[in-house]
Structure formats: C-alpha cells, structure tokens
C-alpha cells in the first residue's frame, strides 16, 4: 500500500510510494531518480546490473513530471533526502508527461509568473509555490478554530447583489434575468442585518469582487476576505480579536507548517500583541515628514504614506480615529466630535490589511449619514430595515486573505498567493 514520501524513515524495510519524477540523474550504472509528493521528496536508486528488467525499462522510459508509482526496499543513506533511498522492485508509469514542459519545476530555468500563472497546475508542483498554499490552508483552518473556540455563527452572504454595499461604482455588472444585479463587493450589509437577527457575534470567509481598474502588484479583482461583525461591541473590542486572530493564525503557521516556511525560505516570527494604535493625526503628520508627494489631513494614505510610516513604526499596527468624511457611512462618529469616527485599518509595515469600525446602529442616524455621502436611502430599503426593529450597538471588520498570507510569507506579488488570481487582465485559467 502506498505511503506519504514523509513517512519513508531509514528504518523501514520495504516502502511503495507515488508520486511524480522531480528529476533523474544518469550515471552510467546507476540511475538517480527523485520522486516528489505533497509530502516531501525520496531518492530512488536503481542499480542497472541488479535491477529487475521491468524497472529498467519503465526507467528509462519515463520523463520528468511523469507520475509513477514505485515499491522497494528502504536503505539509509546519509546523503540522500530524508537520509534514505529506496532501491525499486517494481517501477510504474502511472501517467507520462509530454516534453517540453512549459516550466521548469526543477527551477533550474526561471520563468516569469506570467508564464507560472498561465501554467499555475505545474508551477504549484514547486515545492517552494506549494509550500505557500499549504501555509495559506492553514491560515484558513486556523480562522475557523478562532472563531468557533469563540462561539461565532459561520454565515454565508449572497455573492449577487442589487446594490453597492459602500454605495461606489466599482461594482461588476452581471446578467440576471430580467433585473439589474452586481457581484457582492462586501458582505458589509447582511453580517449587519444578521446583528438585527439576534446572532451576535457573526463571521465569513468568502470573495469579494472589486471593478478596480488596479494593475499592480497589491490588488486584485476578486479576492477572499475574513469577516466578523459583533453585537454589544465597539472598535476596541473587535480591534482585540483582530489582533488575537492575526496572532492565533501566525503561531498556527509556527507549528504545522515548519517544512513549508523552510521550502519558502524565510525567517519567521509571530508577531506580539497588543499592536500599537496609532491615531490618523498622527500616521499623516509621520507621512509628510517622510514623503515627497503632498499629503494633509483628510487625505486617504497612499501608498508611499503607508510604506513610510510602516517603516517608522517596524510591525503590525493600528491607524485609529479616520476623519468622518473619509469612511464609510455606516462608521459611528464619536459623539464629542463627529468629525471623526470610530474606525480604524490594521497595517503591516508594507500595507493595509484589513478595515474596520463600530457601526452606526441608529436608524435615523444612518439615513442622514447615507445622505451625507450623497446616496439615496432609497436604495438601501433592504438594509435600513432592521434598524428599526431593534438593532444592537456593534463592530467589525473585514480582513483581505491574500494581503495577510502576502505579508506574512515576504510574498512580492499578491498573486503569488492566490492559485488562480483574477485581475484586470487575467480570467483564465
């Protein structure tokens, strides 16, 4: 019966594992094979004057990247991977694979990730690319453990919408029957509705779509987000479980996925909680000093703002307390100077993570705030209605997957951390 490549140990006798040739190295009378799983890679040596003529016929058949499965006994070697070899009594080609690759998995021959993502079903074969979608996997599992050891309901919110959550534009369009409908940008407004329902304390994790016409290497058009929203809370409490939630996550990533930080090959270091909080005054008055574009309060923090007050403030942190006119309408305004609201972003030193506030959770407040932006209450009707049938105080945010695994991994591209990234210029594969 096969095993995982990670359980072959020089102490066994005999092993079968599957898997596909990573590379083969010929000697003359000996024969290098490397087989890889998800698991990790094995030695394969055949011996030409020993070896079974089956084998040696199946050997030198075989190409790279075919998959074959292969049963022998297990010697230790020093040199070798894992400190052991198996030496085949029968070799299997399972599935051949056609020649020329469109990549080399080997990475001996880089190749563009335009070219990666247009072969992204070999490229995560790399054990340094699957070693970031094992990270991001338990990232994910990770989220679910947080929040259910916590007592939060999984929600699932409609991805087909009437109207803008945040009232923009930046909505894409879509054919439903006869009806104007639009890709959800934000389950915003429904993990709202479900605090009316009585559920308290509420999460998703799902994508979201942005019609950005963005074309760098931060954005994306469709991108999965961790939600939660929580009655009788304001920001503080939810900025807490932010930070517990990023911690939680990192030190879960420190203890399953030790092999996959070494394949990525990068130091890697739970970061300390409670995050610094760092007042919008100030996070501007930093980035004018630092920066040569002109920046002044009321202005959102570009990008070379945000790189150089990460650099000044060196770890995740919060920037607390936004203008009022700069947040959404749904950002409860401080009571002693509604000027300013009640929400806040979570930064890496390199960007924004996630965003967040205490919600506005009076009705007739909100109706003057949607206004305030120039929206039409009108078209908030489903929404505004369980504002007035009792509707708890309460907080949340929204926290962007692939900027967390992006920032976490030292990743420079965000789509490197999406398998099949969709952006202004790519929707296959």
Same mark, same amino acid.
């Given at each position: 019966?096969?095993?995982?490549?990670?359980e072959?140990?020089?102490?066994?006798?005999?092993?079968?594992v599957?898997?596909?040739?990573?590379?083969?190295r010929?000697?003359?009378?000996?024969?290098?094979f490397?087989i890889?799983?998800?698991?990790?890679?094995?030695?394969?040596?055949?011996?030409?004057?020993? !070896?079974?003529?089956?084998?040696l016929?199946?050997?030198?058949?075989?190409?790279?990247e075919?998959? +074959?499965r292969?049963a022998?006994?297990v010697?230790?070697?020093?040199?070798?991977?894992?400190?052991?070899e198996?030496?085949?009594?029968? *070799?299997?080609i399972?599935?051949?694979?056609?020649?020329? =690759?469109?990549?080399?998995?080997?990475?001996?021959?880089?190749?563009?990730?335009?070219?990666?993502?247009?072969?992204?079903f070999?490229?995560?074969?790399?054990?340094?690319?699957?070693?970031? *979608?094992?990270?991001r996997?338990?990232?994910?599992?990770?989220?679910?453990?947080?929040?259910t050891?916590?007592?939060?309901?999984?929600?699932?919110?409609?991805?087909i919408?009437?109207a803008?959550?945040?009232?923009?534009?930046?909505?894409?369009p879509?054919?439903?029957?006869?009806?104007?409908?639009?890709?959800n940008?934000?389950?915003?407004?429904?993990?709202?509705?479900m605090?009316?329902?009585?559920?308290?304390k509420?999460?998703?994790?799902?994508?979201?779509?942005r !019609?950005?016409?963005?074309?760098?290497?931060?954005?994306?058009?469709?991108?999965?987000?961790?939600?939660?929203? +929580?009655s *009788?809370?304001?920001?503080?409490?939810?900025?807490?479980?932010?930070?517990?939630?990023v911690?939680?996550?990192?030190?879960?990533?420190?203890?399953?996925?030790?092999?996959?930080?070494?394949?990525?090959?990068?130091e890697?270091?739970?970061p300390? &909680?409670?995050?610094?909080?760092?007042p919008?005054?100030e996070?501007?008055?930093?980035?004018?000093?630092?920066?040569?574009?002109?920046?002044?309060?009321?202005?959102?923090?570009? &990008?070379?703002a945000?790189?150089?007050?990460?650099?000044?403030?060196?770890?995740?942190?919060?920037?607390?307390?936004?203008p009022?006119?700069?947040?959404?309408?749904?950002?409860?305004? @401080?009571e002693?100077?509604?000027?300013?609201s009640?929400?806040?972003?979570?930064?890496?030193p390199?960007?924004?993570?996630s965003?967040? !506030?205490?919600? +506005?959770? $009076?009705?007739? =407040?909100?109706?003057? $705030?949607?206004?305030?932006?120039?929206?039409?209450?009108d078209?908030?009707?489903?929404?505004l209605?369980?504002?007035? @049938?009792?509707?708890?105080?309460?907080?949340?945010?929204?926290?962007?997957?692939?900027?967390? +695994?992006?920032?976490?991994l030292?990743?420079?591209?965000?789509?490197? !951390?999406v398998? *099949?990234?969709?952006?202004?210029?790519?929707?296959?594969?």
């Open positions: 019966m096969r095993i995982p490549i990670s072959v140990t020089p102490d066994i006798e005999r092993a079968e599957a898997g596909w040739v990573h590379e083969v010929d000697l003359g009378g000996l024969t290098f490397l890889r799983d998800r698991t990790g890679i094995i030695q394969v040596t055949i011996v030409k004057k020993k !070896a079974p003529a089956a084998v016929e199946a050997a030198k058949a075989v190409s790279r075919s998959v +074959v292969v022998g006994t010697k230790a070697i020093d040199k070798a991977p894992g400190g052991r198996l030496n085949p009594e029968t *070799f299997e399972v599935a051949p694979c056609a020649s020329p =690759l469109p990549l080399d998995v080997v990475e001996k021959v880089p190749a563009d990730l335009d070219t990666r993502l247009d072969a992204r070999l490229d995560v074969r790399k054990p340094r690319v699957a070693a970031v *979608f094992k990270v996997s338990t990232v994910t599992t990770a989220a679910y453990e947080f929040f050891q916590r007592g939060f309901y999984n929600i699932t919110s409609p991805k919408v009437a803008a959550t945040e009232g923009g534009t930046e909505l894409f879509i054919a439903y029957f006869e009806k104007e409908a639009f890709l940008q934000s389950p915003q407004l429904y993990k709202q509705m605090m009316a329902a009585g559920f308290e509420v999460f998703e994790i799902g994508p979201i779509f !019609a950005e016409e963005h074309n760098t290497v931060r954005h994306l058009n469709e991108a999965t987000s961790i939600d939660i929203e +929580v *009788f809370a304001d920001h503080n409490d939810v900025m807490n479980i932010l930070e517990d939630l911690a939680f996550q990192y030190a879960a990533v420190a203890d399953h996925c030790a092999d996959a930080i070494a394949d990525i090959g990068i890697f270091e739970i300390k &909680t409670p995050f610094p909080r760092l919008y005054a996070a501007i008055e930093i980035a004018a000093r630092k920066i040569e574009e002109p920046i002044a309060y009321g202005d959102d923090l570009s &990008t070379p945000e790189r150089a007050i990460g650099e000044e403030m060196g770890e995740h942190y919060f920037v607390v307390d936004w009022s006119a700069i947040r959404p309408y749904y950002a409860m305004p @401080y002693n100077d509604p000027s300013i009640k929400s806040f972003d979570m930064m890496h390199r960007m924004e993570l965003s967040g !506030a205490q919600r +506005v959770h $009076q009705h007739d =407040l909100l109706v003057r $705030q949607i206004e305030a932006k120039g929206l039409n209450p078209s908030f009707e489903f929404y209605q369980p504002f007035a @049938y009792g509707m708890p105080p309460h907080a949340g945010w929204g926290l962007g997957m692939e900027r967390l +695994v992006m920032t976490m030292g990743l420079q591209n965000i789509r490197e !951390a398998l *099949f990234p969709r952006d202004r210029h790519r929707v296959v594969p």
